[in-house]
Every structure is written in structure tokens, then in C-alpha cells.
């Protein structure tokens, strides 16, 4: 007989494979474990990238001797009442997490209860020691302690595909990071090679306490730059917070999504934030958010892999349509607000000058006389041999109007290089790029005039055959629709290929196959038809740019205050069409700063 069993020792070896991947993922699942047992502190500890140890110490509600014993089977768990697959509510549930870390390291797990003493189990390469009593924590508390060494000594394969201990610890420092930011209501602290790096204490579970997490974790620039996202449908609650669209990263690293308390890594979610900051950012720039789903638990799958990173929802295009609108529906509410980093980069930038130095006059020597300005012209404008480029109105001279003044972008004292006006607001000053600024206002009318009136259309004379993979033209023709409200008309041309009788007239001359591969493509990824829109959209934001008030114009001061006044009208004035601020607000207190007078 060429097929046989394999023992217990290697079956547990390969599961322990998908389920342990690295130390971080030792670290996720002790970390799980305890705050199923209802922990409201958790400790971590780790040395040598995790390698050597892994330590975590919580306070939940223990286990008794014989729990202990189970814990460390393959496939026993407490958390699948009636083997009820559809309805979990607990982060772990396969069973897997003990046994698996067991059958590759030496581990120890000391428990007890309220109402039991404490007990200990080890578990050396596969094989059980114990239950033993133990020494651990006083009468009437509860916890447990778990303690992994030498992970992968059973398996030399893996350990030589470890890395470095630096990225062990920062893959362990992140996986940390995404558990304490769904659970504010439980301290967390992490010990790397004797050194605290990280410690958070129980915030409230409101929502202000849930911000406070964010912002130890994601940073105190994101609390100041976030805008609440909150919206409920059809049984799906959405909350959380977004970045403003000029708060933004080179990379998607600070993108967040957590289903029923569950950090996730689901393309869905790059997918609903890239259509939702389209007409904001640049491409290669990416908004920093967290989004915490809430949801039936029979509305999602958690048990499509062992890591339980990965989920399916019962209809993704419910739960992507939810994101896309929250998110548009969030950046809109934040108006003409741009991110507080804007000032702070060009406050670090502004340097007191220092380099004039006094110098007495020699015997002899004369001292030039104060000569008092000459009058000003109002004929001409106001040249300044220290600025050339400068230009004031006439009419900014005097003092604005109060109104004008207590407006958020306040009221225009001058046009600097033919490109930027200054404006002085209730409590400081705003710059503001002309050009940027117009592009944003021209672009969100094209917009509504497209939204209005529909997107032109115009036939092909000839319409085109474009050959795709079965599978990729089953994906266009099925979102027919939805194109057809973008101007692209197509059908379907056999199993094959698809055809296309009109594409929209913005677009003028096209690559209709290199568009409809494109398109395939972004249906295969995110669910939508993505690439469409951001052609349409990038055409529209050309438009704008072209037609927009050019760097270099000269306004009047009329002109340069209708502008800001259409800016605190229109949403998402505060940065251009790629992601750029529109303009930059200065607090007087801060210039104050700058000039020692605070």
C-alpha cells in the first residue's frame, strides 16, 4: 500500500505551519485567547525577535485543570457552542492556536480560576506534561500565563526561513498594535528584549475613548486630521475614522478595517477607499483611516484560512457600497478643511533671521540720516526692493470689514508673486495658491454638471470586438449596466469577447481594448469599475487645471475675495484635485512664536 497515515506528531507540525507563520502569529493568537477570556490587561513580552520567548500574562477568567488538558488537544475549544459554524462571535474558535505552537516550541501555560488553584500543563515538541499545581497570582484572582521558548526548535526548516529579529519584532509590534486599536477597553503593554515599547492604558469604550487609542497608535496628527465616519445599513453598522484628503501617505500602511472586532487584510477595503478618495488624491498617494464593521455574524465568513485574517461577506458589494458612501459622505462633511500638518511643515520651515549683525561706526565715519518713506501712489502698484514680486491692492490698505474678517478663510490684504493671496483671519492669516484653489472649484462644477445632465455619449461608426478571457468578459458584461451610466455601452460578443457600441465623448479618441482589459481588471480586484471613472474624472480634472485661474494673473482684491468666498462654499476646497492644500492657515499665536513675543 503506497498511501498512509500520518502520526500525530507531523499532522500537528503541518498545521501548525498555516496556523503559526511567525512569531507574530504566535503572539495574534495568545493575544486572541485572552481576550476571549474576557482580559482586561494584557501583557506581552518578547526577546529575540520572539524566537527565544514569547511571554503574555492576562487577567481573564483562567482555566481549570482539566480545561487546561483540553486546551492543548488539536480541535477543542469553548467557543463553538453546537459546532455552529455560521454564528461566531469569538476571535478564535478553531482550536488549532495551542496545539500548533505546542507541536513546533516548548510551551508552558499556567492558569487558574476565581474558584480553583492554579495549575500548570507544558507542552515540549508534541508531548503533554501535566497538569501540575503551580504557583500563580493570589486567592480570588483569576489569569493566565502563557510561555513559548525556542519556537520552531522542532521544525529547523522553518526556523531558518525566520527573519531578522528587527522585522519579527516589528511584524509583533504591529499585530499588537491592530488588536488594541478594536479593544480601547483593554491596556495593553509590549516588552521587546526587556525594553517597554509600547503601553496603553483602558480607555473609555465611548467614542471619544476609541479616537484616543487611534491616536496613541496611529499618531497625534491623525486624532487632529480625522473626521468621524459613522452610517448604518441593511443590518451593517459602519464607524470609525478618516484622514482629511491632505493627510495622506505614500503607502496603504495606515489603512485600517476591523469586522465585528476582527482586524482583517481584505482587498475590499483598497478597493471602497480608492473609489471613495479618487477625486482627491494623486495615485500613489494613500489616506491614512480605521473603519470597524459591525455585522450578523452569519453575514461573514471568518473561516476561509487558519490565520482568520481574511473574510468574506455574504454580499461584498453591500458592505463595499457602505465604505464608498460613508467615506465620500465624511470628506464631505469636513468641508474646506485641510490637514493641521500643512501649517506645521510650513511653520518648521519659517527660521527667524539672524544674520544681520550691528556694527559700530568707525572715527570718522558718518551715520546715514532716517529717511522717511515717501507717500504712498495709489496710481501704481507697491514695489518693494525686498520683494519685487509683491503686490498690494489699494484698496487692502485700509482695514477689512469685520464680517469679512470672521470669515474662515477671512478677508484678502494681498496677492504675493502674481500666485498667492494672503488673507487675515480672527486669529491669523491664510495663504492661499490661486491656481490650486480654482482648479478644485471648476473641477466640483464640472462634476455636478456631469451628475445633472448625464455623460455624453458617442457611437462608435464602427463598434468594436475586443477579445478578453471568458471569465474577464463575463465580469464586464455582468457591470453592463453600471457602465452604461459612465458612457461605455457594451454587450456581450459571444463567450469571449465583448462589444462596444459607445464610450463617452470626453474621452474622445481612445484604446477601447486597453480600457476594457483595464476595466476587467478593476471588477476582478475591487468589484467596480474603477478605471473608468478615474479616466473620466482625469479628464474632467485636466479641463479644470486648463481652465482654472493661472499662476502669475493678477486679481483685484474683489476678485481675490470672491474666491475665498466660493472656496467656504464648495466642499473638498481644501486641497486640489491631487491631493495637494489649496492653502495654508497660520495661527497669529504661532507666528507670535516665531518672533519671541510668546
Keep these: 500500500m503506497k498511501i498512509r497515515r500520518l502520526t500525530e506528531g507531523t499532522i500537528n507540525r503541518i498545521a501548525a505551519g498555516e496556523v503559526v507563520e511567525r512569531p507574530a502569529s504566535a503572539v495574534k493568537e495568545l493575544v486572541e485567547n485572552a481576550l476571549d477570556a474576557g482580559a482586561h490587561r494584557i501583557a506581552v513580552s518578547a526577546s529575540n525577535g520572539g524566537a527565544d520567548l514569547i511571554l503574555v500574562e492576562d487577567d481573564g477568567e483562567g482555566m481549570s485543570a482539566d480545561d487546561l488538558v483540553l486546551a492543548v488537544e488539536r480541535h477543542a475549544t469553548s ?248 467615506l465620500k459622505n465624511a470628506i464631505h462633511a469636513a468641508g474646506h478643511q485641510a490637514s493641521t500638518t500643512v501649517a506645521s511643515d510650513a511653520l518648521a520651515a519659517l527660521k527667524p533671521h539672524t544674520g544681520y549683525e550691528y556694527q559700530p561706526s568707525l572715527p570718522g565715519q558718518s551715520i546715514p540720516s532716517y529717511r522717511a518713506p515717501a507717500a504712498y501712489d495709489a496710481s501704481r502698484d507697491f514695489q518693494s526692493p525686498f520683494a519685487p514680486a509683491a503686490r498690494v491692492e489699494p484698496s487692502t490698505i485700509e482695514p477689512p470689514p469685520p464680517e469679512e474678517v470672521a470669515t474662515p478663510l477671512g478677508a484678502a490684504r494681498a496677492q504675493l508673486h502674481e500666485t498667492y493671496i494672503v488673507t487675515q483671519t480672527a486669529d491669523g492669516i491664510v495663504i492661499v495658491d490661486q491656481h490650486a484653489a480654482h482648479e478644485r472649484l471648476t473641477y466640483e462644477r464640472m462634476k455636478k454638471q456631469m451628475e445633472e445632465g448625464g455623460i455624453a455619449r458617442q457611437p462608435l461608426l464602427v463598434p468594436e470586438v475586443v477579445d478578453l478571457d471568458p471569465a474577464e468578459a463575463a465580469r464586464v458584461v455582468g457591470r453592463a449596466a453600471e457602465l452604461a451610466e459612465l458612457g461605455l455601452v457594451v454587450e456581450a460578443f459571444g463567450p469571449d469577447a465583448v462589444l462596444v457600441r459607445e464610450t463617452p465623448a470626453m474621452l474622445g479618441q481612445m484604446d477601447v481594448k486597453g480600457l476594457l482589459r483595464d476595466l476587467a481588471d478593476d471588477i476582478a480586484e475591487t468589484g467596480a469599475a474603477l478605471s473608468l471613472k478615474e479616466r473620466l474624472e482625469a479628464v474632467a480634472g485636466t479641463l479644470a487645471c486648463h481652465t482654472s485661474v493661472r499662476a502669475g494673473r493678477r486679481l483685484t482684491a474683489d476678485e481675490m475675495n470672491a474666491l475665498l468666498r466660493e472656496m467656504e462654499r464648495t466642499p473638498h476646497s481644501g486641497q486640489c484635485n491631487h491631493g495637494r492644500p489649496t492653502y495654508v492657515e497660520l495661527k497669529l499665536a504661532d507666528i507670535e512664536k516665531l518672533f519671541g513675543r510668546r
Excluded at 101 to 120: F, P, Y
Excluded at 136 to 148: D, H, K, P, Y
Excluded at 282 to 304: E, G, K, Q, T
Design 79 to 326: 467557543k463553538l457552542p453546537a459546532d455552529d459554524l455560521s454564528h461566531i462571535v469569538t476571535m478564535g474558535f478553531r482550536g488549532e492556536a495551542l496545539p500548533s505552537i505546542g507541536a513546533v516550541a516548548r510551551l508552558s501555560i499556567v492558569s487558574r480560576t476565581k474558584d480553583s488553584e492554579a495549575h500548570g500543563v507544558g507542552v515540549d515538541g508534541g508531548h503533554i506534561v501535566g497538569p501540575r499545581p503551580a504557583g500563580f497570582l493570589a486567592n480570588g484572582q483569576s489569569g493566565t500565563r502563557v510561555e513559548v521558548r525556542e519556537l520552531f526548535y522542532a521544525t529547523p526548516a522553518r526556523l531558518k526561513f525566520m527573519k531578522s529579529a528587527r522585522s519579527e519584532d516589528l511584524a509583533i509590534h504591529d499585530t499588537l498594535k491592530r488588536l488594541a486599536m478594536a479593544r480601547p477597553d483593554v491596556a495593553f503593554s509590549l516588552t521587546l528584549d526587556g525594553r517597554e515599547v509600547l503601553d496603553l492604558p483602558a480607555e473609555d469604550v465611548l467614542f471619544e475613548g476609541q479616537l484616543k487609542r487611534l491616536s496613541r497608535i496611529m499618531g497625534r496628527e491623525f486624532a487632529a486630521n480625522a473626521v468621524p465616519v459613522t452610517t448604518g445599513r441593511e443590518g451593517l453598522s459602519l464607524a470609525g475614522f478618516a484622514g482629511v484628503p491632505t493627510y495622506n501617505r505614500a503607502n496603504a500602511q495606515m489603512q485600517f478595517l476591523f469586522v465585528n472586532g476582527r482586524p482583517v487584510r481584505d482587498k475590499l477595503l483598497i478597493g471602497a477607499v480608492r473609489g471613495a478618495y479618487a477625486d482627491f488624491l494623486a495615485r500613489d498617494r494613500h489616506p491614512a483611516l480605521a473603519l470597524f464593521l459591525s455585522c450578523d455574524p452569519a453575514f461573514v465568513d471568518v473561516n476561509v484560512h487558519p490565520a482568520k485574517t481574511e473574510v468574506r461577506f455574504r454580499d461584498a458589494g453591500l458592505v463595499r457600497g457602505l465604505i464608498v458612501s460613508a
